[in-house]
């Protein structure tokens, strides 16, 4: 990264202004994140709409960049799967302006969730659960794969 900067901040990179159109190639480099899988997330997520000039070459409006510097976030560092970042999108839990930076999952449920609320003893029960069935496949994956 040349003219580097945190690839997650959203900084000026480059000498664009901030509200510049860029190409796959600068968002690429940007979030450190190949170009095919930017192609492919266009297909998954349909809030993100480059423009498209002249022979397909596509040009990414600044919310298009902070939405993508979003999912990157929720998809390589908190764990998300395709599906629950679509879900969270869905929902609204993401904020996607250029300002915002990134929203966390945490800090999207303690949007939805009331600052009060516990977890009633029936939800610990379930993910009590859940937990257990959980290490009980794990084990017996790793009982497979010692074989």
Known sequence: MAFGT??????????KSPGAFRTISEVSSDLEVPPHVLRFWETKFPQ?????????RRYYRPEDVSL??????????DG????GVQRL????G?????QSGVVTANESN?????????????EKAALRSIVDELQELRKLLSNLLDK
């Open 110 to 122: 303690e949007q939805k969730r009331p600052q009060n609320s516990t977890t009633s003893s029936q």
């Open 89 to 92: 999108l869905k929902e609204g």
């Open 48 to 56: 993100i709409k480059p423009l498209k000039r002249g022979g397909g």
């Open 94 to 98: 993401l904020k996607n302006t250029v």
């Open 6 to 15: 945190d690839n997650l901040t959203g900084s000026r990179r480059g000498g």
């Open 68 to 77: 993508l510097r979003q999912i990157r976030q929720l998809l390589y560092n």
């Open 80 to 83: 998300y799967t395709i599906k």
